[in-house]
């Protein structure tokens, strides 16, 4: 099941609204995580947006509420900007809400992404067979690793890169891990510990989905690779 809400908008069309949070990571002292606000909301909305298009959307608006204080409201919107310009051809705009009559002693904000898909989107699960290739693309980080390991992060254009590929499906990998994603796409099998052979962490947090799992046919495969490049991790299924 997608972290995702879709709603009929009349017969052609859904809205699909997708959301994160983020909590005691920011420029306040009580916060577990120290990093500027513009990362903040680059992440948040990473999460957001990569659920609402790999459902299949074509984003167009962000809603922000925001707990940190008026004068974190111009780096959060640095932060969604910067993520809407590694999509490079989606148009979204942004508005939202800022806390001002109380101050937190922890920062918090709110994410959530609206976008458009055709009605007749397919959101059944899929079925595994001998034909069907598994890849990770990106590595699962979490906390303080988003900093210091930011080479490892996959990119938003990368991302939707893949996306556009009518045979791929995608689904980004949260704080339940790689394994908890794939045992969502999958009806006829169930993917464990020990008949799944990877070269990433399939049981790790993936924070603010710094990698996605992509499922496709073993024909394109040269194809995700070329465009995911290093980032690329392939996953094998022994069941």
Known sequence: MRDILAIPLNEEENIVISSDNSGSIGMKVGDAVQVSYKTVAY??????????????????????????????????????????????????????????????????????????????????????????????????????????????????????????????VTIPVGSKGILHELNTLFENVTFTEKNVDATVEVLKSSGPSTCFVAVFPKEIMHKLISISGRYFHEINYSG
């Open 43 to 168: 992440y948040s909305f990473r999460v957001a947006v990569m659920e609402c298009i790999s459902a299949g959307a074509e984003p167009f608006a962000v809603v922000v509420q925001n707990f940190c204080g008026e004068e974190a409201w111009e780096d959060l919107l640095q932060g969604m900007e910067q993520g809407i310009r590694e999509l490079e051809t989606v148009k979204i705009k942004i508005t939202g809400s800022t806390e001002s009559n109380f101050s937190l002693n922890q920062s918090a904000v709110g994410i959530s992404v609206l976008g458009k898909t055709k009605a007749s989107e397919n959101t059944e699960k899929l079925m595994y067979n001998a034909q069907t290739r598994i890849a990770v693309i990106g590595s699962p980080l979490v906390g303080q690793e988003v900093v210091e390991k930011e080479e490892q992060i996959v990119p938003l254009s990368v991302f939707a890169r893949i996306c556009d590929l009518e045979e791929v």
